[in-house]
Structure formats: structure tokens, C-alpha cells
Nanobody
Framework: QVQLVESGGGLVQAGGSMRLSCAASGSIFSINAMGWYRQAPGKQRELVAA???????NYADSVKGRFTISRDNAKNTVYLQMNSLKPEDTAVYYCAADTSIMGPVSDVDYWGQGTQVTVSS
């Protein structure tokens, strides 16, 4: 089993920045990909960004150029730096981990508890 604990989140004005962190513990040797999903009210959970153990990344089109995902393998922690935040980025952000690649929500192996990010206009 893998446990994911998120930190960061909160309220920020449009145009501002915020960093989310997610620390993994447990059977972390089995983990390849880590990433972030988000779910806004009334919408489906969607992939925001993911990174593999080798450092390959992918991003949702809506956040490219604004968000950066990074990973510290020594600390078993993944980060999401969010810049130029927009009100439409408001959502609950979930840390995720997978033994393979980050894919559909239904296929993700492990989830964090979620952290609220609210961007005011």
C-alpha cells in the first residue's frame, strides 16, 4: 500500500501562484508515475499533470505554460507549482500515484485525500 499526503492549497487571487506538495510513504518502490488530478464542482475529475520516475512529464492543455510538476525521488515527494492562476483553476486537487503510467481516473492505483484550491477573481 501507498499513502499520499498533500499539503498546500487555499485561497489565492487570480494571477497569483501556489505550490502543492504530496509526500508518498509505504510501498513506494512500486510507484512509477505520480501526478495531480482536479475536480471542480459538477465536473469530472481530470488529469492536470503527471511525471514518471524517469522525469517524463505531461500536462493538460489548459495548464501548459502555467503549471510545472516536479518530483524529488529522494524525498518521495511530488510538487505542483501553479502560476498565473485563473478562477477556472478552482477545484479540489488530488495527488495520485500509479505503478504504471498515469491514465484514466478509474485506473489510478492510489489517491490522496484532496486539497481545495480556490482562485478568486
Amino acid at each position: 500500500q501507498v499513502q499520499l499526503v498533500e499539503s498546500g492549497g487555499g485561497l489565492v487571487q487570480a494571477g497569483g501562484s501556489m505550490r502543492l506538495s504530496c509526500a508518498a510513504s509505504g510501498s513506494i518502490f512500486s510507484i512509477n508515475a505520480m501526478g495531480w488530478y482536479r475536480q471542480a464542482p459538477g465536473k469530472q475529475r481530470e488529469l492536470v499533470a503527471a511525471i514518471t520516475s524517469g522525469g517524463s512529464t505531461n500536462y493538460a492543455d489548459s495548464v501548459k505554460g502555467r503549471f510545472t510538476i516536479s518530483r524529488d525521488n529522494a524525498k518521495n515527494t511530488v510538487y505542483l507549482q501553479m502560476n498565473s492562476l485563473k478562477p477556472e483553476d478552482t477545484a479540489v486537487y488530488y495527488c495520485a500515484a500509479d505503478t504504471s503510467i498515469m491514465g484514466p481516473v478509474s485506473d489510478v492505483d492510489y489517491w490522496g485525500q484532496g486539497t481545495q484550491v480556490t482562485v478568486s477573481s
